[in-house]
């Protein structure tokens, strides 16, 4: 059954994921959707590990360049990363089942007013 984002009794799971002690969110976007994509012999690489800021790092990697996943213990597995995500901006509270968001942003919006997923391309 799809969850209809009119229907408040099918809105479910609401995002809460701060800091203890804090009210606003700690990241500007929730990985939604796993994505891979390849240009020559470079991969788009989000880096999600030790990140200081809100916003993804993306890099554009070859395979022997990309970091291996991590397992639960913070230890390197035997498989690579190579993608990014992409995915929705909820508030606190907001539920994650059953309502319908924009795309988050991850344009640093120095140069543009425009919103949206921003690859980079160098």
């Known amino acids: ?4 984002v009119d229907v408040k009794e099918y809105q479910q799971y609401p ?5 203890e002690g ?3 969110s700690m990241y500007d976007k929730v990985p939604i959707l796993e994505c891979e994509m390849k240009i020559g012999d470079k991969y788009l690489v989000e880096n999600t590990y030790d990140r200081n800021n809100k916003k993804p790092l993306y890099e554009w990697l070859t395979i022997d360049e990309c ?4 397992d639960d213990n913070g230890s390197d597995t035997s498989v690579k990363k190579n993608t990014f995500t992409i995915g929705i ?3 606190i509270g907001d539920p ?3 309502k319908e968001y ?4 991850t344009i640093e919006g120095k140069l543009t007013n425009e ?3 921003a690859i980079p391309i160098t």
Do not use: H, Q, V
């Open 15 to 19: 995002y809460s994921y701060s800091r």
């Open 67 to 70: 970091p291996y996943l991590k």
């Open 1 to 4: 059954m799809y969850p209809f």
């Open 96 to 98: 994650i089942i059953g």
């Open 22 to 24: 804090k009210l606003t």
């Open 89 to 91: 901006d909820p508030n």
């Open 115 to 117: 919103t949206g997923t």
């Open 102 to 105: 924009e795309l988050a942003s």
